[in-house]
């Protein structure tokens, strides 16, 4: 009796121990089954942040040591470039990553979870030429705001509507000069023509013809006809001779347009938005133009191994050489030297009454004392010219010049517009500001759309030079990026979604 209980109970228990064996080992492999698609889960996490920082990691050194950029250069080289080729070195990272193994308690190794990485894909992309060179600008005001130089350029004493008008005044000065000329010419031809009527009617009627009323019909030309005689054929010399007297010293490299970014169909991504964490507004024309200052060279500061040498006077002109760059920039700022001396010069008592001098000395000798407010002005213009060239050779020699003159800071005399070319010489008040600053203040009459293109064309043409690399292009350069992984695990698949870049 007591031995069949005793087998009774030794069978219960069995039971009861198979039974819970059972539950334990079926709640042991939910568990293992659960940490295995947990650690899956993880690992698909893991790898793809590991994958994006070391793809941003590959952001192209010259880019950054030169102009302080942090931009992927999506080519890595090749012939091509864009979301794909990126897209591919995404994908190596994250294979790299899953292939880690484990060594197990008895002997022998496996992977840890055995994923398989099917698909990776950059959805979106935000590259340099995007929206107008948006993530060039917001780097650029980035970099740019950290730096108390920053704030420099706005020492200057006028505006860009300021600078605008100046440039407009300039154009209209040159009319005017161009109007008071062909007035005193028509005048002088009219006054001379009527005095010699007037002369050989006094002959026919046997009356004496003074030495005077010869001389004033005569084509011999005053002293002031003469001053602007001389300036006339000054001013149909290139503008470079005019402030140099010669352009041998003057660099000629030169790039073929057709190559630079923004003379030729780019690359474009989907426009996407950087994360902005670090809430930076977006750049401002006066800060990108700081450091355009800061990163190209200009005449008084050349690149040393740029393919350019002027770069400055490229993102103003964009031309194809340094000589037709810097010829064009000297125009621009003719105009407006000419627009403030003309204003300054008008005003000036003592300057005004030598050159009313001059014109009334010519008026006598036409006898005609009503020439002189024609011959004054235009000579006033001419002077106004003279001076505006020596202002340009002033900046380019290194010298500073005011915006607006003062008697102290005039630089020319009214006799050396007989001998213009003698007249220009290295002269310096001392006063204003340098050629440097001037071209900021052109800077500021530029598009920013013109202006982001052309210093990225500069990028692009140092870059290639420097590195060797003639195929770099920046527009194949990314700086933000969206992805979407897929990886496998014993038949299931796990996704990724996320962003990655330098903000």
Known sequence: ?????????????????????????????????????????????????????????EFHGELHSRYDLFMVDTS???????????????????EKNCVRKTALPLGGVRDWTSMQISDVNVTEGRYACDNAGRAVREQVYAYMSADPAGAVISSLLVTADQWRGLEIS???????????????????????????????QKEEDGENVTEEEREAASGDPSEAEDMVGQMESFQLLPILWQVFGSTDQISNQSVPLDSVLSHRGVHLGTGMRADNSHAYPEADEVLFDRYIYEKTGDYTRPSEDGQL????EYILCGKDSDRRNLEDTALRLLLIREASNCVYLFTDESRMAQVHFVAAAASLLLLNPELEDVIAKALALTWSYLESVQDLRTLLTGGKVPVQKTDGSWQTQLYELLTPLSAIRDRDSGEGFTYSEYLQGLLLLEGSTVKTQRTMDIMEMDIRKITGRSGFRMDLCLD???????????????TFDGTGGYN
């Open 309 to 312: 040498r002027f770069q400055t």
């Open 1 to 57: 009796m007591l031995t069949d209980i005793r087998k009774e109970t030794d069978g219960s228990i069995t039971i009861y121990l198979a039974m819970s064996l059972a539950a334990l080992l079926s709640l042991y492999l939910v568990l293992m089954r659960g940490a295995g698609l947990g650690a899956a889960r993880m690992q698909m996490d893991s790898v793809s942040h590991i994958a994006q920082n070391a793809a941003l990691a």
């Open 480 to 494: 933000e990026f969206r992805m979407h992984a897929e990886g496998k695990v014993c038949g299931k698949t796990f």
């Open 170 to 200: 300039g154009r209209e000065w040159k009319e005017e000069t161009q109007k008071s000329r062909e007035e005193l010419r028509d005048a002088l031809r009219k006054e001379r023509d009527e005095q010699k009527e007037e002369n050989r």
């Open 76 to 94: 890595y080289g090749g012939p091509g470039g864009g979301n794909e080729v990126f897209g591919q070195h995404l994908l190596g990272y994250m």
